[in-house]
């Protein structure tokens, strides 16, 4: 799949988003990378599974007016490792929702065993 077209797929996801929800995120960037740079990887990908994606930065329920963070955080989504994993544009799309939605889960606080608990 071209970027400009796995992009679009990403910012629908965004896109999708309930108002409540979309209103909330502040300083944070989402961006597309092919794959992790390799010590990203080395930390992140466990048992053989692909990193799909990597939110970097301070979570909502951390983050206090005593201490603000003042870089914005960032979404990495990689694209070929979410094409590894898929065989149809269809699976491309439903991985690229899941993966948006697992990463803006750690921008709100989740860990992994609550995103797991909700499904992603």
Known sequence: ??????????????????????????????????????????????????????????????????SPYPYPDVISIYQRNIERICRTEEEIIQQVQETVMHELGHYFGMDEEKLRDLGL
């Open 1 to 66: 799949m071209d970027r400009r077209r796995f992009e679009e797929l990403v910012a629908e996801a965004l896109d999708r988003l309930p108002a409540y929800f979309r209103e909330k995120l502040d300083n944070i960037a989402v961006i597309v990378e092919d794959e992790p740079p390799p010590e990203i990887a080395e930390e992140y990908q466990r048992d053989g599974q692909l990193l799909l994606g990597l939110y970097q930065g301070v979570p909502l329920p951390e983050r206090s007016v005593w």
